[in-house]
């Protein structure tokens, strides 16, 4: 199958948040030329252009980059990558370092979504979070991108250290209040490597015990759905017509190209990483060097096995006809035995022809994996 969505990831950040743990380089913009050299050239070898349906630019932060050099780069990408008709242009942004111009160049250049990295509406928790944006920011750009005619999807982080469930219903509502087509709710996660990881072991910080993080999720999934937006994947929900179908080409086990310092591609059953570290990345690329990192050659059971399991993070589930058709597999010969335990533990459903995430099923989703695999 041809890939038709492209990554491309673009490192730079003001500075590190406390829990970030992404290939991100903080307050170094002056590599910005040499990134988009080496991006050049990494696109170069492509050798043909690659139309797309879905085209990602995530960070790290895009538009940290000046809006000439974003300009320069998005014309480069679409080089290689053109858009097909309909399809879909996602750049994550801060609500820190976007303004009306930026905004105006985004739809200019054929940008259809902005991933909005809100995470919360209390000036507390963001300062928590060592987020540089201030609440009122996030209710500007969404209003900016919504009189451009620009969709907006809000990231949302909750369970952080001391926060309540009133607090996050304010949170949720907050994010309603501003009319997004899509929201994705993360429950913060302590990263080795991070800030926050070396404060919870020095006592500083004391992550939300289970049931408060089940209440938590429990409480975002109900005040979405009720208000219209569609749960459709364990930590997304959108409104009619605004899924990420860039996202769900991952979830759904298609083939992805993908650029970039860090960056992950899926092609022939081979998932390659390239290096995380930035300047690692620039010398390898310009130096003409691969900028690989990991290769990871999957069998096609193995394949198939990943299908099932990134397939059951999406609330259609995952459908027996439609699994053998793109894995070749029988997901009963596959993994009867295991779903049928997870069926019987009220962890999945089974129709005859699809097999879905109950509610309990959801909440633990992430160690049903394993199990799979
Ligand atoms: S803005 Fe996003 S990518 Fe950048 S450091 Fe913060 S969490 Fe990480």
């Not at 743990?21 to 307050?27: C, H, K, Q, W």
């Not at 926050?196 to 999720?217: H, I, K, N, P, T």
Request: hydrophobic share 40%; with cysteine.
């Amino acid at each position: 199958m041809v890939p038709r969505s492209a990554y491309l990831h673009v490192p730079f950040c003001r500075h590190r948040c406390g829990y970030c743990n992404f290939a991100v380089v903080a307050g170094r913009l002056d590599l910005a030329r040499r990134y988009l050299a080496a991006i050049e050239r990494e696109l170069s070898w492509l050798e043909t252009p690659r139309p797309v349906e879905t085209l990602y630019f995530g960070g790290g932060t895009p538009t940290q980059l000046l809006p000439a050099d974003f300009a320069r780069l998005a014309e480069c990408v679409l080089k290689w990558h053109p858009l097909l008709p309909g399809a879909e242009w996602t750049v994550e942004a801060n609500p820190a370092d976007i303004n009306a111009e930026y905004l105006r160049l985004l739809v200019q250049l054929g940008v259809t979504r902005l991933s909005l990295g809100s995470q919360s509406f209390s000036a507390h928790k963001l300062k928590l979070l060592e987020r540089d944006h201030a609440p009122e920011q996030i209710a500007w750009v969404v209003a900016e991108a919504q009189s451009l005619g620009l969709p907006v999807s809000l990231d949302l982080i909750f369970a952080t250290p001391g926060e309540t469930l009133a607090e996050w219903q304010v949170d949720l509502t907050a994010a309603l209040a501003l009319g997004p087509q899509h929201i994705s709710t993360y429950e913060l996660t302590f990263e080795k490597g991070t800030n926050f990881w070396s404060r919870r072991l020095r006592g500083e910080l004391v992550g939300a015990d289970e049931e408060l993080q089940r209440a938590m999720y429990e409480l975002a999934i109900d005040t979405l759905n009720s208000a219209g937006f569609e749960h459709y994947e364990v930590s997304n929900y959108a409104l009619p017509g605004h899924r990420s179908r860039h996202n769900e080409t991952y979830w759904m086990g298609n083939e992805y190209l993908a650029a970039g310092p860090g960056a992950a591609r899926y092609l022939n059953g081979v998932r390659e990483t390239n290096h995380r570290s930035t300047t690692t990345y620039l010398k390898r690329m310009l130096a003409g060097e691969s900028p690989v990192a990991e290769r990871d050659e999957l069998s096609p059971e193995g394949r198939a096995r990943e299908c099932l399991v990134f397939g059951l993070r999406r609330l259609d589930g995952v459908s027996r006809h439609a699994f053998q058709e793109h894995t070749s597999f029988s997901l009963d010969e596959l993994a009867g035995p295991k779903l049928r335990e997870f069926v019987q533990l009220g962890l999945l459903t089974d129709d005859g022809e699809c097999i879905k995430l109950t509610r309990e099923g959801l909440m633990i989703c992430d160690a049903l994996g394993p199990a799979l695999l």
